[in-house]
């Protein structure tokens, strides 16, 4: 079986679940008329999952600050700890 796929690539809005479920029942109307078969959506698209930081914010240098002080943090972690996963 194929499917024709939609994919909904945008913002949505932090914890205002009744506008972003109307732009998904919008966006579900026009692949309808596209003839796609699902809609994909980001993921918490519907809850406005929202990061704490911002693309502003990365592009300032930030986020690369913050992820050098997370790689060290998970340096120390891996000598003190054991994987156990698969």
Same mark, same amino acid.
């Given at each position: ?18 506008? *972003? ?7 579900? /109307?026009? @692949?309808? =008329? ?20 911002? *693309? ?7 986020? /690369?600050? @913050?992820? =050098? ?18």
């Amino acid at each position: 079986m194929i499917f024709k796929t939609a994919v909904l690539q945008m913002r949505s809005r932090h914890r205002d679940i009744q506008n *972003n479920l109307s732009i998904v029942i919008q966006k579900m /109307e026009e @692949a309808k =008329r596209s003839n796609a078969d699902i809609l994909l959506l980001p993921e918490c698209f519907i809850t406005g999952y929202d990061l704490s930081i911002g *693309n502003d914010e990365a592009h300032a240098g930030r986020f /690369e600050a @913050a992820l =050098r002080k997370s790689k060290g943090m998970s340096d120390r972690r891996s000598r003190h700890s054991h994987y156990t996963g698969n």
